[in-house]
């Protein structure tokens, strides 16, 4: 289940080569994404990929895991202009292939609806790539969140709100809520790949390698998964038991 990488370039290295065999495979794939520092990388890399490959895109189907409630498209910290500015702009993706929850619609209950309508029509992306909060988030699924939830608004946790203060001037100017996709509809994906990257993601690491499938700890609902495959970096295993420590 955990795969051990040297560094985020490997795993970058390795997932840009395996989404683009499986795009080569079947051009309509569907792609879960998930924003933040981790993803960075990965998406540099795809976008090498897809250019060296002269990837067709024009099939491919986008979901994103998540939005801030009250940041538009256009505000530097959504997550709709982290995508732009990543991957869709530089992969050419139009508006129509790519989708994220609205986080500025009147009627956020609505959105939460369609967005689950559109995840149900689908049965679950292919391929579902995810980052971890330090507390355990997948998404924006906080601990405690039931792992039957469908897409829901959700008040951040306050280690949440701390951890990315990080993008904001301060951490009064974090959104207090986001809308998420549910943790059954992550489950749905027929394949997840859970990314883990640097030493501040050590202890969380440790936490899920030993954890029972338990609410308290959101990534644990992952393990009932058939096909999960965990991939961190030499600074996430640190904590890590010396035997799964086999480096890629
Ligand atoms: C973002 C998301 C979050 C992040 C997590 C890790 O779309 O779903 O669960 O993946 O907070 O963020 P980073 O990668 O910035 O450490």
Avoid: W
Wanted: hydrophobic content about 45%.
């Amino acid at each position: 289940m955990f795969v051990i990488f040297p560094n985020p370039q490997a795993i970058a290295d390795y997932l840009a080569k395996y989404i683009t065999q499986k795009i080569i495979a079947n051009p309509a794939t569907s792609l879960g994404l998930a924003t933040g520092s981790t993803m960075e990388p990965i998406y540099a890399r795809l976008l090498q990929k897809v250019h060296t490959d002269q990837l067709d895109l024009s099939q491919l189907t986008t979901f994103n895991l998540d939005e801030y409630v009250g940041l538009g498209p256009d505000h530097p910290q959504s997550y709709y202009y982290f995508m732009q500015q990543h991957l869709f702009a530089a992969a050419g993706l139009t508006p129509a292939q790519v989708n994220l929850p609205c986080g500025v619609c009147a009627d956020l209950e609505q959105e939460c609806q369609d967005y689950a309508a559109k995840l149900k029509a689908l049965g679950g992306v292919d391929i579902q790539l995810l980052g971890i909060g330090s507390n355990g988030h997948i998404g924006f699924n906080e601990p405690g969140t039931p792992f039957d939830s469908v897409t829901h608004v959700v008040e951040l946790a306050p280690k949440t709100r701390r951890d990315n203060a990080r993008f904001f001037d301060h951490v009064d100017d974090v959104p207090t809520h986001a809308i998420t996709m549910g943790i059954a509809e992550i489950l749905a994906a027929k394949e997840i790949f859970l990314v883990a990257t640097g030493r501040h993601k050590a202890e969380i690491m440790a936490r899920l390698y030993s954890s029972a499938i338990d609410e308290q700890l959101p990534a644990s609902a992952l393990k009932q998964h058939a096909h999960l495959r965990i991939l961190v970096d030499a600074e996430a295993a640190e904590l890590l038991p010396t035997h799964i420590k086999q480096v890629v």
